[in-house]
């Protein structure tokens, strides 16, 4: 390999990837003759000459360069070229569109495109619902910590705007020429990439280091770095790409467990390197290199160390079988034997082609048999729906490892103000009475790897006060028992009991419980890590809530590599969400006496046994006396086998959850059907629908309206046909309507046994003509729906009803979706756009939500009007919706907040389903009187609710309050 090889392989990976890309697309469309190709936006590098050495190349840009070279350079606009059609062979443009003004692309594309005769070769980054320009401006953040100002070719990017693959495409029909488009870089590889870029800016002594990372990149993942969820999109436009076929694997687990270690060591180097600029290190020490700074950082070191180690290993191994195969080779025997090892590989062959040709059909065959058992039991509209949902699951883990990445970054971005509060809270509790914590740990056959970083994690927490009480379940792995024994011979906090058989894991904890001596315990599992100052921070809850009862923390997953993930950043108190999911899992802190006093751990929960001592303990407890610690204090170990992996990977637990429920309600003396929630690991519990007087309650449904006949009909009549709790009344309320054909269709409606027409004579006041309506209403009750919704499931009211009724509840809301089957509205998360907004807004309909969200009964602070039920009593209780300062907007937010000040959980269920036609009647907020007021319903609720409003109690601090998808701050 020459050296202008090796040089390429060096350059930058961006580069390496765009260029190497245009090199592969050239070489499927053309053969060897000898090619004319532009380059558009060239940016006076010319590097396109060195990936086709043998074509003529014209480099064209809008401004001149510098050095021109001995290339062929033309100054010129790209939306206005200064050639012939069908001038160049070959037409390139990489990574410019997002230079340009939005209303010049098209332009650009077309021209580009004009000069083109074979093909038209295009790149650029496109925007992924947002999380491109959120990638970019992490970058260009750390960018300005070094430099003091934003990337400038990034500034441009946040400027014109990133474009969309929609958009593209858009122009690209409009002329009518046949493309392809692939994706590359996926988005999480990209950051961390330009990040080593970003420190190769900082010092040019990096220059070196960062060069060896890009010839690993452009050597090994280039090719295998294409896919959905991806930072820069690809076209090829033109007659001849029918010919092109371009394939790229896939990614290996060892490619992706490189990158993101290469992440983790990435932002170390970075702060480290802020740090070294802090103190004047880089610029006042000569003798400063990569390598000291690299052997400052242990995790880099641990890690290196070992790869070194296994290298040195297998070259060794390498050699002796090099040395054994030349002996075989040089051997009589072997050459004896050719003839038959010839016919033996002749035949292995035939039989593997006749096997890869069996599997492939019978893989076939199987899908056939499983498309037409759908198509079977659910008809084409299941069998479609499946495949949607086959599609959609992709798309969700596709999205999962853009937020691998972002939660890397997330980490390091928190790190300053996370130290500040770490220091806060050790001060806080420092010098106060210091309660003990029993924290519980059952072992059996761990890993002693991850075992001694588990205890580990114990010895090293800032707070002193805790005994560390292990319970060994019988281990047939003699070197478990060692483990625990020299701990405990170095720390006399560690107590431990070597159980003499196997119990399992209840019996194992408690055992622990019985070592336990301190007024609290905490659940550890044996793989599992505590934050350094997971226990500062409880004991700082402990000491300013004397009331307090329970406490549980937020959590996170981490990997063999130790590299931290997924964090679950947790609703506080919600016990509905319980009933639906064991959301709060890890860490969780109890009071021992009531831990003693429940049993402890029960035999036969296995599995769920955490859960079910939970279920237990939520019966002798206040729920005002329960805490939740927002903060990742808890890092449970991702392993193969683990349910911190996959719910799937223990499908046991799902049955035992569903068992603690049942008791648990059984001992509340509560008649309920539990049964399996949507997912694994996931439960619904079904009340019963009779109320106290042992009837079913009449349900008066108010459907205020203007005009508006077709979507009015519309809801009335789905409410209708498809509604199987048959005991309620629609209230129709007649808001002014003018329109002829919907004054005759509302007189028509009065002629029906269910349905009463009401007459409201008055200036449009949404609160007012509700509170009208519920004087007239015989029903017990309420049920407030918009007159543009769309009734889906039968079972929607009664699941609605079901939790109304309950004692304990307030406002229930049920799963709204926009016409395309995209999610309108699955409940209220207070604080989002100053206010409130729409829980996971503009998701498929299907997906899962955080953590499960979108699948799960649970708690929320409010819901929409649109489709709200609650009782008349309650309703009533907080004086109904307020008609005089909420006339529009946010009566509903209001109302719910009232009902929960009033001591009532809100709810809301996905197994309540309708479509919302949002603000077809009434029209949106566009006039000058409309936004005058709206403000002013604004200034009232953050004048009335503002600190309410600031932290919304089941949603967590650490999630955005300016988008509602639940992504990081």
């Known amino acids: 390999m020459g050296s202008k090889v090796l040089n390429i392989y060096n350059q930058i990976f961006d580069q ?21 190709v532009l380059e558009v936006g060239a940016n006076a590098h010319f590097n396109l000459a060195e990936y086709l050495p043998n074509a003529n190349i014209t480099f064209s840009d809008i401004n001149e360069p510098v050095e021109k070279g001995h290339y062929s350079f033309v100054q010129a606009d790209a939306s206005n070229l200064p050639f012939d059609d069908d001038e160049f062979d070959f037409v390139i443009c990489l990574d410019v569109l997002e230079h340009i003004p939005e209303h010049l692309r098209a332009e650009v594309i077309s021209e580009c495109t004009r000069v083109a005769q074979k093909a038209f070769i295009m790149c650029c980054p496109i925007d992924n619902d947002g999380f491109t320009n959120k990638a970019e401006r992490r970058v260009s953040q750390i960018f300005k910590k070094f430099h003091g100002v934003e990337h400038p070719w990034l500034r441009e990017h946040f400027e014109e705007g990133i474009p969309s693959v929609e958009s593209i495409n858009d122009t690209l029909r409009s002329l009518s020429k046949p493309y392809q488009h692939f994706k590359a870089g996926q988005l999480d590889w990209w950051e961390c990439m330009m990040n080593i870029h970003m420190l190769e800016t900082a010092d040019e002594r990096f220059r070196s280091v960062c060069e060896s990372v890009y010839n690993h990149y452009n050597r090994y993942l280039n090719n295998v770095d294409f896919s959905e969820a991806c930072y820069r999109g690809f076209w090829v436009v033109g007659e001849s790409i029918k010919n092109l076929k371009l394939e790229h694997p896939k990614p290996s687990q060892n490619d992706k467990s490189c990158m993101l270690l290469l992440n983790e060591l990435t932002h170390q180097l970075i702060s480290l390197t802020e740090e070294n600029r802090h103190l004047g290190a880089v610029s006042n020490e000569k003798d400063f290199n990569m390598k000291e700074l690299v052997e400052s950082n242990q995790f880099f070191r641990r890690h290196n160390d070992a790869l070194l180690e296994k290298i040195n290993s297998l070259e060794a191994q390498l050699e002796e079988t090099k040395r054994k195969y030349d002996d075989i080779l040089n051997s009589n025997s072997w050459l004896v034997m050719a003839p038959i090892r010839l016919f033996n590989s002749f035949l292995k062959c035939s039989l593997r082609r006749l096997k890869n040709a069996f599997n492939k059909k019978a893989r076939i065959l199987d899908l056939c048999c499983k498309s037409y058992g759908v198509y079977k039991d659910r008809g084409v509209k299941g069998l479609i729906k499946k495949i949607y949902h086959f599609i959609l699951n992709k798309n969700e883990r596709q999205e999962q490892n853009i937020e691998a990445g972002c939660y890397q970054n997330w980490l390091i971005s928190r790190n300053e103000v996370e130290l500040k509060d770490e220091e806060m809270v050790v001060s806080s ?75 399992h894991i209840s019996n194992s904890s408690n055992s622990a419980i019985k070592l336990a001596s301190g007024e609290w315990v905490a659940l550890l599992d044996h793989d599992d890590l505590l934050h350094p100052h997971a226990l500062s921070y409880v004991v700082k809850e402990i000491i300013h809530n004397p009331s307090v009862q329970f406490i549980y923390t937020d959590e996170d997953k981490i990997d063999v590599n130790g590299l931290r993930l997924d964090p679950h950043f947790k609703s506080d108190w919600n016990l509905d969400l319980l009933y639906s999911q064991n959301y709060v899992s890890h860490l969780g802190v109890y009071k021992t006496d009531l831990v003693k006093k429940i049993g402890g751990f029960r035999e036969g929960y296995e599995g769920s046994q955490d859960y079910d001592l939970l279920l237990r303990y939520s019966r002798e407890i206040d729920d005002k006396n329960v805490v939740h610690i927002p903060k990742v204090l808890y890092h449970w170990r991702a392993i193969d086998g683990s349910t911190a992996l996959s719910s799937g990977e223990k499908s046991y637990t799902t049955q035992s959850g569903i068992k603690s429920l049942k008791d648990h309600f059984d001992n509340l003396d509560m008649d309920v059907v539990v049964e399996k929630g949507k997912l694994d690991n996931t439960y619904r519990v079904i009340y019963p629908l009779i109320d106290e007087t042992g009837k079913k309650p009449l349900v008066s449904l108010i459907i205020p309206t203007y005009n508006g006949k077709d979507i009015t009909k519309q809801a009335i009549e789905s409410i209708l046909e498809l509604t199987d709790y048959e005991n309620y009344e629609i209230i129709l309320v007649d808001n002014n309507s003018d329109d002829p054909q919907s004054l005759e269709y509302f007189s028509s409606l009065e002629k029906h046994e269910k349905i009463t ?61 926009y016409a395309n089957d995209t999610i309108q509205h699955a409940g209220v998360i207070l604080g989002i756009g100053g206010v409130a907004g729409h829980s996971h807004k503009y998701f498929p309909k299907g997906s899962n939500g955080y953590f499960s969200r979108l699948k799960l009964v649970q708690n929320l602070s409010a819901v929409t009007a649109a489709c709200l039920v609650v009782r008349k009593e309650i309703y009533s209780e907080v004086a109904g919706l307020n008609e005089k300062d909420l006339t529009v907007a946010f009566n509903d937010v209001d109302f719910c907040l009232k009902v929960g000040e009033a001591g009532y959980r809100n709810l809301w269920t996905p197994y309540a389903e309708l479509y919302h036609h949002e603000s077809i009647s009434r029209g949106t907020e566009d006039n000058p009187e409309k936004v005058k007021r709206f403000n002013k319903e604004v200034k009232y609720m953050k004048d009335t609710w503002g600190e309410v409003l600031k932290k919304d109690k089941f949603y967590n601090e650490n999630l955005s309050k300016v988008h509602e998808n639940f992504s990081l701050i």
């Open 16 to 36: 390496f990837q765009r260029y190497s890309t245009v090199k592969s697309v050239i070489d499927g469309l053309s053969g060897n003759e000898s090619l004319t």
């Open 429 to 503: 509790i420092s010098g106060r009475p210091a309660p003990l914590i029993s924290i519980l740990l059952p072992t059996y056959n761990s890993d002693i790897k991850f075992l001694r970083q588990c205890i580990d994690s114990v010895i090293n927490q800032s707070y002193e006060n805790w005994e560390l009480c292990i319970a060994d379940d019988a281990s047939t792995n003699a070197g478990v028992r060692d483990v625990i024994s020299s701990y405990a011979e170095k720390d006399n906090r560690i107590k431990y009991v070597f159980r003499e058989e196997n119990g």
């Open 757 to 817: 027409v009401l007459r409201y004579p008055h200036p449009f006041n949404y609160s007012a003509i509700n509170n009208f309506a519920v004087k007239y209403a015989k029903g017990e009750i309420i049920g407030l729906i918009n007159n543009d919704i769309e009734v889906i499931n039968s079972g929607w009211l009664g699941e609605m009803v079901s939790h109304a009724i309950r004692k304990e509840i307030g406002c229930v809301g049920a799963m709204l979706y």
